[in-house]
């Protein structure tokens, strides 16, 4: 009878793919995903850290510092912006253009070689953006592994003594609460997916029920059934997202009231983006049981790879291009540059471009999907 019981028991979740899915298949991706972001960080893998280097010596003391740089594997190390293909080659950083790239987030570490360094040892300054802790203290560690090297020991001798360095954050050094906007969300991000996935399944329950023919046969078109529930999502994420953010502001002195008009621009983007997911999903399953099973297998994984709980800035650079196609990823991006950054409301064109235009496109795509119940 043990054994019967047993055996009735995997049929049932062999019939049942929800769980199926959510027992075998979720834990071997998220297994997938953790390895290969913990794993690319031992040995050969390890992600490269970008730091900006600007040579202000101009002595063979620093050009060989400058060399050591480059060739140390953990670094990224680059003295001038990328040249576009075809184009001439760009001038080379200078202190104050370096701490600009810093501040917009190309790179998160700058590292300036002070003028007379050769001569007397003056301190190399690091500017750093705090919202990456890491890889300021990688640079740091870079940089005294090779000022211990024999070259280096001796230039020291010669110079006065071994070198200091000075590190200043030069991005949300005066935030209160600098990574709550990041968190928050980060995590809003992730629960908007699963409400999103929620109300656009209220059409499957409709569809199985036979309240969807009725609404049909009442002059009401697909288009406009989809856009009013479209509507109806959308704003439910914007009321979720503003609670969580006014949560932050006042428990945890997030700076929300200083930035409304960047934190309505992200979450009207955001939300749209969410609700056309949710459509989506929804067209594309055929009983509510699949829907839940599927959405939750996407949205967790859409969720560890954009960033949302795993910061994508420690994550290996295939993982990073990999976080592109989440909507977390531009999302945490847009409120990044909002809270952290202090950027204007024109610099979120592309994070909100890429919302906006995905939000389109995917609810084209959840419309044509959606015939089957006009012919059913």
């Not at 802790?133 to 211990?148: N, R, S, T, W, Y």
């Not at 070198?163 to 949300?172: K, L, P, S, T, Y």
């Not at 997916?193 to 499957?204: D, M, P, V, Y």
């Amino acid at each position: 009878m043990i054994a019967t019981i047993v055996l009735t028991g995997f049929r049932a979740l062999r019939r049942d793919r929800g769980a199926f899915i959510l027992s075998f298949v979720l834990p071997i991706v998220f297994f997938s995903i953790f390895a290969i972001i913990f794993g690319g960080m031992n040995g050969d893998k390890t992600a490269r850290v970008s730091v900006l280097v600007v040579d202000e010596d101009r002595s063979a003391t620093s050009e060989r510092l400058v060399g050591a740089l480059r060739q140390e594997p953990s670094l990224a190390a680059s003295t001038r912006p990328d040249a576009k293909k075809g184009q001439p080659e760009l001038p080379e950083y200078m202190a104050a253009s370096a701490e600009r790239a810093v501040r917009r987030g190309d790179a998160p570490v700058a590292l300036i070689i002070p003028e007379g360094y050769g001569v007397n040892r003056k301190p190399i300054r690091i500017l750093h953006d705090s919202s990456d802790p890491v890889a300021g203290q990688v640079v740091a560690g870079m940089l005294e592994k090779i000022v211990m090297m024999p070259w280096a020991v001796l230039a020291a001798r010669n110079g006065g003594g071994p070198v200091a360095i000075e590190m200043r954050d030069v991005v949300g050094e005066n935030k209160r609460s600098p990574m709550i906007a990041f968190y928050a969300a980060g995590i809003g991000v992730m629960f908007l997916l699963f409400t999103a996935s929620a109300a656009g399944g209220t059409l499957l329950d409709e569809a199985e029920s036979g309240a969807l023919d009725r609404i049909l046969s009442a002059r009401v078109s697909m288009t406009t059934l989809l856009m009013g529930k479209m509507a109806y999502c959308t704003l439910l994420a914007c009321a979720q997202l503003t609670l969580m953010f006014l949560w932050g502001a006042a428990v945890f002195h997030l700076e929300l009231f200083t930035h409304l008009p960047g934190f309505v621009v992200m979450t009207v983007a955001t939300s749209f983006a969410v609700a056309s997911f949710g459509m989506l999903l929804a067209s594309l399953s055929r009983t509510r049981a699949q829907q839940a099973a599927v959405s939750t297998l996407i949205i967790l994984t859409m969720s560890a790879i954009g960033g949302s709980m795993f910061p994508r800035f420690l994550m290996p650079p295939a993982m990073k291009t990999a976080g592109l196609l989440t909507f977390n990823a531009w999302a945490i991006d847009g409120y990044t540059k909002v809270f952290w950054r202090d950027e204007p409301v024109l610099h979120l064109a592309p994070q909100v471009g890429v919302l906006i235009g995905a939000g389109v496109v995917i609810f084209l795509i959840a419309r044509r999907f959606a015939r089957r119940w006009e012919y059913t």
